[in-house]
Each structure stands twice: as C-alpha cells, then as structure tokens.
C-alpha cells in the first residue's frame, strides 16, 4: 500500500509541475511571390501581444527579415531570384516571465523577376 501512495503522490506532483509548455504547438504554412528587389509584407496584425513575442528561428538565406510587435517584412537580396525559406516562432507567458511556444508559422517565399 505504501508503494501505490508514493507513485500516486509522484504522479500528482509531476502533473502539477506541467503548464503550457505541455500544449500542442500549431504550424502553419505558407507559400508566398515577391517581384526581385521588393518588399514582401508577409505577415501583419492590428495589435502587439500583451506578453509574450515572436522571433525568427530559421533565418532565410538569400534575403532579410524585418521583425516588429505588428509586421513581418522580407526583402531578398540584391538581384536575387529563386526560393528563400523563413520561420517564426511566436511565444505567449501566463503572466510569470516563463515564456512559451504557442506556433510557428513557416513561409517559402519565390522571388520572381
């Protein structure tokens, strides 16, 4: 009896160290066009998250990202064509300065001529 009480005690205090970290990570993608030498808006919205943020985890490689609360921006690189890639990673907190992924969101983007 002694063994059951420690395993459901073990159990309870595991559960309860588990927050948002344990949620489901949404993923979305995305395949988007941008002519040559131009700025691509990929992503925007109408207010900055109270908490929380987004980062760029993979950064593209024949181009620049410009990152704020409200506007994601590509531009490529001088004269480049072809296929670029970028992701972002967007976090939140329970209000305790411990920060979360909540979704990436992945984007292919085609710079055309």
């Known amino acids: 009896m002694k063994f059951n009480f420690f395993a459901v005690l073990a159990s309870l205090l595991i559960l309860s160290a588990c927050n948002a970290d344990d949620t489901e990570v949404t ?6 066009q941008v002519a040559i030498n131009d700025t691509l808006i990929v992503a925007q919205r109408d207010s900055a998250p109270i908490e929380g943020g987004r980062e760029v985890s993979v950064q593209p490689e024949h181009g620049e990202v410009l ?15 072809g296929e670029d890639y970028l992701e ?6 329970n209000g305790d300065a411990n920060f979360y992924i909540t979704s990436i969101n992945k984007y292919t983007i085609t710079v055309t001529e």
């Open 27 to 32: 993923t979305t993608t995305a395949a988007l």
């Open 88 to 93: 972002v990673t967007n976090k939140a907190s």
């Open 67 to 81: 990152l704020d609360a409200f506007t994601i921006k590509y531009v490529p690189g001088v004269d480049f064509t």
